[in-house]
């Protein structure tokens, strides 16, 4: 019997043309960010400090070009060698084993860069300066080996320059239009607010930094706690929820605000929020990804006074449950599994709540919210979790062995049925103003006080009857 020779050489063509159809435009941009807060994590020795005020990360993004700079560390020219440029992460690659990022699988620079343009170069400056430049010949040939340039400085500034030309198709028009641009804005202000708020500065095309996106839930400002709140630590992760209310729960006899403006106003800030080591990679999920619809009642309007944040901490980024994209959760990790139980059984307390009050004043419910304060979740996780006795936590036991829950008592519910209905219709403008002229004499009063008048006016003839 002969023998011969399997070739198993991956393909090229499957790694630049395959691999990038998984990621978004947007989550390719975002994965270079992540790239250089994980730098800045090497430098800081694994944790990000309070002050991040010396990090700066620019982007800059036109119809010919895409860039991104900072000062985060550089690459080391060992892992450059190595390392940074291979497509896959080596099982014996374990530089991150003490620091809190997120890379895992050793895909994202290069496919963020493939996802971009055609021709690439990378220059940064740690403990020696070099540059990598990637083109058209490279992609085209079976040989994977880059040339690595070195270059001798006199000062190290511990930074990364990527600039990627010769823009990919479709790419060009989308990532010079001001709408994609603002939707990047965006983006970074959710994901990256932790880091902002320690004062790191990421811009867009030379513009004003871009501003954080906190995430706020009520407390009660004489130090007892009003979110459900569990915390466990155990297996080297290190798991945190909070849940709760927003703002003041809004009654149906309420009409402050309008039905669109209320509504609005709770997209931006109801839902749940999922942090892995402080990136959000999950944003005021309303769906069945979080439990809504899932144990839980569907989303509607009601519940947008309801907010949730999940904290999934490690120096072990494989523990985390995130998708390669890092901008998801994996929904078959058993650590999710586990924890979106534990946020369907916080969120159903306050879902359960309105449910009760939904039909009374808000003037009812006003002696439960003149003490309590807006805190930002990290104040929350922080400050707060520390300041709970140790006899108001419950210790969980079984699958949540190791972990521990804060379970607010809330402002008992009414135990009567209401005497009120409210009373909502629509009509024509010229409609109103001429009841108003008749009611007030004059056609400018409010429509409720014309409705409400209107209605007086038949009531009162009705109870001569």
Same mark, same amino acid.
């Given at each position: 019997?002969?023998?011969?020779?399997?070739?198993?050489? &991956?393909? =090229?063509? @499957?790694? /630049?043309?395959?691999?990038?159809?998984?990621?978004?435009?947007? #989550?390719?941009? $975002?994965? +270079?960010?992540?790239?250089?807060?994980?730098?800045?994590?090497?430098?800081?020795?694994?944790?990000?400090?309070?002050?991040?005020?010396?990090?700066?990360?620019?982007?800059?993004?036109?119809?010919?070009?895409?860039?991104?700079?900072?000062?985060?560390?550089?690459?080391?020219?060992?892992?450059?060698?190595?390392?940074?440029?291979?497509?896959?992460?080596?099982?014996?690659?374990?530089?991150?084993?003490?620091?809190?990022?997120?890379?895992?699988?050793?895909?994202?620079?290069?496919?963020?860069?493939?996802?971009?343009?055609?021709?690439?170069?990378?220059?940064?400056? &740690?403990? =020696?300066? @070099?540059? /990598?430049?990637?083109?058209?010949?490279?992609?085209?040939?079976? #040989?994977?080996? $880059?040339? +690595?340039?070195?270059?001798?400085?006199?000062?190290?500034?511990?930074?990364?320059?990527?600039?990627?030309?010769?823009?990919?198709?479709?790419?060009?028009?989308?990532?010079?239009?001001?709408?994609?641009?603002?939707?990047?804005?965006?983006?970074?202000?959710?994901?990256?607010?932790?880091?902002?708020?320690?004062?790191?500065?990421?811009?867009?095309?030379?513009?004003?930094?871009?501003?954080?996106?906190?995430?706020?839930?009520?407390?009660?400002?004489?130090?007892?706690?009003?979110?459900?709140?569990?915390?466990?630590?155990?297996?080297?992760?290190?798991?945190?929820?909070?849940?709760?209310?927003?703002?003041?729960?809004?009654?149906?006899?309420?009409?402050?605000?309008?039905?669109?403006?209320?509504?609005?106003?709770?997209?931006?800030?109801?839902?749940?929020?999922?942090?892995?080591?402080?990136?959000?990679?999950?944003?005021?999920?309303?769906?069945?990804?979080?439990?809504?619809?899932?144990?839980?009642?569907?989303?509607?309007?009601?519940?947008?006074?309801?907010?949730?944040?999940?904290?999934?901490?490690?120096?072990?980024?494989?523990?985390?449950?995130?998708?390669?994209?890092?901008?998801?959760?994996?929904?078959?990790?058993?650590?999710?599994?586990?924890?979106?139980?534990?946020?369907?059984?916080?969120?159903?307390?306050?879902?359960?709540?309105?449910?009760?009050?939904?039909?009374?004043?808000?003037?009812?419910?006003?002696?439960?919210?003149?003490?309590?304060?807006?805190?930002?979740?990290?104040?929350?996780?922080?400050?707060?979790?520390?300041?709970?006795?140790?006899?108001?936590?419950?210790?969980?036991?079984?699958?949540?062995?190791?972990?521990?829950?804060?379970?607010?008592?809330?402002?008992?519910?009414?135990?009567?049925?209401?005497?009120?209905?409210?009373?909502?219709?629509?009509?024509?403008?010229?409609?109103?103003?001429?009841?108003?002229?008749?009611?007030?004499?004059?056609?400018?009063?409010?429509?409720?006080?014309?409705?409400?008048?209107?209605?007086?006016?038949?009531?009162?003839?009705?109870?001569?009857?």
């Amino acid at each position: 019997m002969s023998e011969n020779i399997v070739h198993t050489n &991956a393909s =090229k063509y @499957f790694f /630049v043309h395959m691999l990038t159809r998984d990621i978004d435009l947007l #989550d390719a941009i $975002l994965d +270079l960010v992540d790239n250089s807060i994980d730098g800045m994590f090497r430098k800081l020795n694994g944790t990000s400090s309070s002050d991040l005020t010396p990090y700066k990360i620019e982007l800059i993004l036109n119809d010919e070009m895409f860039s991104i700079k900072d000062n985060c560390g550089g690459i080391e020219l060992n892992t450059a060698i190595n390392y940074a440029f291979k497509l896959g992460r080596d099982k014996n690659d374990d530089r991150d084993l003490d620091v809190s990022t997120i890379g895992m699988y050793g895909i994202g620079m290069k496919r963020a860069i493939f996802k971009i343009g055609k021709k690439c170069s990378v220059k940064s400056y &740690a403990d =020696k300066a @070099f540059e /990598v430049e990637i083109g058209h010949d490279w992609l085209e040939s079976n #040989d994977w080996s $880059l040339p +690595l340039k070195t270059e001798d400085v006199d000062i190290l500034k511990d930074k990364t320059e990527i600039e990627v030309s010769d823009l990919s198709s479709g790419v060009k028009e989308k990532i010079s239009s001001e709408s994609f641009q603002d939707e990047l804005y965006k983006s970074i202000s959710r994901h990256y607010s932790r880091f902002i708020q320690k004062g790191l500065e990421i811009t867009i095309n030379g513009n004003d930094k871009i501003k954080p996106y906190p995430i706020k839930i009520f407390v009660d400002k004489d130090g007892s706690v009003k979110p459900y709140i569990y915390h466990e630590i155990k297996d080297g992760l290190e798991i945190k929820i909070v849940c709760g209310f927003n703002s003041p729960p809004k009654s149906n006899n309420d009409d402050s605000d309008s039905k669109e403006i209320v509504e609005k106003r709770g997209e931006d800030e109801s839902g749940w929020t999922i942090f892995c080591n402080d990136r959000a990679v999950v944003f005021n999920d309303k769906t069945f990804l979080t439990g809504w619809g899932d144990g839980l009642p569907k989303y509607h309007p009601q519940f947008v006074v309801l907010s949730g944040v999940v904290e999934f901490n490690s120096t072990n980024a494989s523990y985390l449950p995130v998708t390669t994209t890092k901008r998801g959760v994996d929904t078959s990790s058993d650590i999710y599994i586990r924890t979106k139980q534990l946020m369907k059984n916080g969120m159903k307390i306050f879902t359960s709540y309105t449910n009760k009050w939904k039909n009374f004043p808000r003037s009812d419910q006003k002696q439960f919210f003149d003490s309590v304060a807006k805190l930002e979740i990290p104040d929350i996780f922080e400050t707060v979790i520390k300041n709970i006795p140790e006899d108001k936590w419950t210790t969980k036991k079984k699958d949540y062995e190791g972990g521990k829950e804060f379970i607010p008592n809330l402002p008992p519910a009414p135990r009567q049925k209401p005497d009120t209905k409210r009373i909502s219709f629509t009509k024509k403008i010229r409609d109103i103003k001429d009841v108003a002229e008749y009611l007030f004499d004059d056609s400018n009063v409010d429509p409720n006080n014309v409705g409400e008048e209107a209605f007086n006016y038949v009531l009162s003839r009705a109870k001569e009857l």
